[in-house]
C-alpha cells in the first residue's frame, strides 16, 4: 500500500513513513494511492465481531507489511484497553429511527482517543523498531491536544508540544492539557485562534530545515493514521444496524472535516452509507460551501462547541483531492488561492462534493435547545458538539436509520450544558480531582520564530 500527497509532488510513501511524516513536503496530505474494497460478505462477516477484532479486518489492508498480523493485532488490543465501555462505541437510541454513536468512553473522553490511543502504540512500535526519536507538535481546539498528550505521556523518545488557542478551550480541556506533569509534555497557549495554531504548525512542517532538525511528527488529522483509526467506527455501528443488508447514513459534528472524511472513506471501501451529514456550529464555512460552491474563510466566533470553532477545514482537502479526479495540480491551485481568503469549486466537483455530503448549522440557541430537548426526550446529555450533530440529524431523518456521532462527553463543557438543561454534569470518577490540580503551561506570542526557538531550546534541555 502506498500514499501519495494531494498536491501531487511529494514523495510516495509507505504507510509507517506516511505515519511518522505527517504532513507531506509539498504541503498537501497523504491519503492511500488506491482504496481498498471489502466485499458484501467481508462486511457480513463483522457482525458480532469484537471492536478489535472488527479495526484489524478494517485497517490491515491500508497498514500493507509495516507489522506482521500477531504485532499489529497486539497494537490494537492495546489502544483500546483503556476504554471505559466494552463496546467501545456503544450505540444508544434518540428517536424512532435515530441513533447516536458514543465514542466519548475513552481516556480523555472525546472521539479523538480511538485514533490518538491507536497512533500513540502505532509511533511506539514504529521508533523502538527504528531507533528513532521525533517531536510531535500539534495543534488543538481542546481536544486533540488532550488526547495526543495521554497517548504519549512519558515516552523517552517523543517529545510532544501542543498548541491551544489562549482562552478558548473549556477548563476541563485546558486542565487536561496543563496538569499532566511528565518532562515531554509542553502545553502551549497562543495568542490567537485554532486556525492560527494550525497554520503555525503547517509552517512548522513547511520549513524543512526546522522540520528535519526537530525530525517533527504530525498527530492531527493531517496524518493519515488518525483518519483511518476513525473508520473503523462507521463500520461497526453500520454492521450492528443491519449492513451490509440495510444502508445506515451518519450525522457529523464537523471542524477539521477528519471524522467525516473517515466515514466517506468506509464508504469507498464498500460500507453502505447512504448519506454523510456535515454538521457545523455558527463556524459553517463548510455548510457555506456546501450550498455556494465557494469556500469564503470568514473570522471565527467563539462558540459554546469550541473544538469545531475552525474555518480552514484541513481534511477538506482530501475531499477536494477525489472531487477533482486525483489531481493534485488542481488541489495546490485551489490551496494557493485560498491565501488570499476564498476558492471557488468548479461544478463537476461540487456534484461529486454533493453525491456523498449534506450539510446543516446550528446556532448557539438550537445548540442549548437540542441538549435540553434531548434530555427531557431521551434522558441522553449531549455535549454541545454532539447537540450540533443531533439539531442537524433530526433534520435528516428518512426512513433509512441515521446514527450522529457524540464526539464528546458532556463533563468537558459543564458550563455550556449546565446552561442549556439546568444540571452541571460530573466528571468520571478517574478524573473527579482534575480540577484542583496545579497547571504547567506556557503563554506564547503567534510567531513562528518565537515557537521554533522554543521547541528547539526545550528539546536541547532534555
Ligand atoms: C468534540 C469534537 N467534536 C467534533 C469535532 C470535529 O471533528 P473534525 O475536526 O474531525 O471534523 C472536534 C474536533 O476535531 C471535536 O473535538
Ligand atoms: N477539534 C480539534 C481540532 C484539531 O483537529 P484534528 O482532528 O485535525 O486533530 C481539536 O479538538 O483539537
Known amino acids: 500500500m502506498k500514499y501519495i500527497s494531494t498536491r501531487g509532488d511529494a514523495p510516495v510513501l509507505s504507510f509507517e513513513e506516511a505515519m511518522l511524516t505527517g504532513l507531506a513536503r509539498d504541503g498537501g496530505l497523504y491519503v492511500p494511492e488506491t482504496i481498498p474494497t471489502m466485499s458484501t460478505d467481508d462486511i457480513a462477516a463483522l457482525a458480532g465481531l469484537s471492536y478489535e477484532d472488527i479495526a484489524f479486518r478494517v485497517m490491515r489492508p491500508f497498514v500493507g507489511d509495516a507489522f506482521t498480523d500477531d504485532e499489529f493485532k497486539g497494537i490494537i488490543a492495546r489502544a483500546y484497553e483503556g476504554f471505559r465501555h466494552d463496546a467501545r462505541a456503544p450505540l444508544v437510541q434518540l428517536g424512532p429511527n435515530h441513533f447516536l454513536m458514543e465514542l466519548f468512553h475513552g481516556p480523555t473522553l472525546a472521539f ?88 503555525a504548525l503547517k509552517d512548522m512542517f513547511n520549513d524543512f530545515d526546522f522540520r528535519d532538525g526537530v525530525r517533527l511528527a504530525g498527530v492531527n488529522s493531517i496524518n ?137 448549522r446550528a446556532s448557539e440557541d438550537e445548540t442549548m435547545a437540542t441538549i435540553a430537548s434531548a434530555y427531557v426526550g431521551t434522558g441522553e446529555i449531549l455535549c454541545p458538539h454532539s447537540a450540533v450533530g443531533v439539531k442537524v440529524g433530526n433534520e435528516n431523518l428518512s426512513s ?47 510567531d513562528l520564530g518565537h515557537l521554533q526557538a522554543l521547541i528547539k531550546d526545550r528539546i536541547a534541555a532534555r
Request: with cysteine; proline share 6%; glycine share 8%.
Open 112 to 199: 479523538k482517543d480511538f485514533a490518538m490511543q491507536l497512533i500513540g502504540q502505532l509511533f511506539q512500535f514504529s521508533l523502538a523498531r527504528r531507533n528513532e526519536r521525533v517531536t510531535i507538535v500539534g495543534a488543538t481546539s481542546g481536544d486533540t491536544g488532550s488526547a495526543a498528550i495521554e497517548a504519549f505521556r512519558g515516552l523517552d523518545n517523543v517529545d510532544v508540544f501542543i498548541l491551544f488557542p489562549h482562552g478558548r478551550v473549556s477548563d476541563i480541556q485546558r486542565k487536561q492539557m496543563t496538569t499532566p506533569d511528565d518532562a515531554n509534555v509542553h502545553a502551549l497557549a497562543m495568542d490567537g485562534d485554532f486556525d492560527d495554531c494550525q497554520a
Open 224 to 360: 493519515w493514521a488518525r483518519v483511518l483509526a476513525q473508520v473503523v467506527y462507521y463500520f461497526s455501528t453500520a454492521v450492528s444496524l443491519g449492513a451490509p443488508h440495510r444502508k445506515v447514513s451518519f450525522t457529523v459534528p464537523t471542524g477539521n472535516f477528519g471524522d467525516i472524511f473517515a466515514g466517506y472513506i468506509a464508504k469507498k471501501m464498500g460500507l453502505p452509507i447512504e448519506r454523510l451529514v456535515i454538521a457545523t456550529n455558527q463556524n459553517d464555512i463548510l455548510h457555506r460551501t456546501m450550498d455556494t460552491a465557494r469556500y469564503t474563510k470568514e473570522g471565527v466566533v467563539p462558540s459554546i462547541s469550541p473544538s469545531m470553532d475552525i474555518q480552514v477545514s484541513s481534511n477538506f482537502e482530501r475531499a477536494l483531492f477525489d472531487a477533482y479526479g486525483r489531481d493534485g495540480n488542481a488541489v495546490a491551485q485551489l490551496m494557493d488561492e485560498l491565501k488570499g481568503g476564498a476558492f471557488a469549486i468548479s461544478q463537476g466537483a461540487m456534484e461529486t462534493l454533493r453525491d456523498h455530503f449534506d450539510s446543516g
Open 400 to 446: 433509512t436509520p441515521m446514527v450522529t456521532l457524540a464526539t464528546a462527553h458532556p463533563a468537558k463543557f459543564p458550563d455550556a450544558v449546565e446552561k442549556a438543561m439546568g444540571q452541571r454534569p460530573a466528571l468520571p470518577p478517574h478524573m473527579a480531582d482534575m480540577m484542583d490540580k496545579p497547571e504547567r503551561v506556557t503563554r506564547v506570542p503567534n
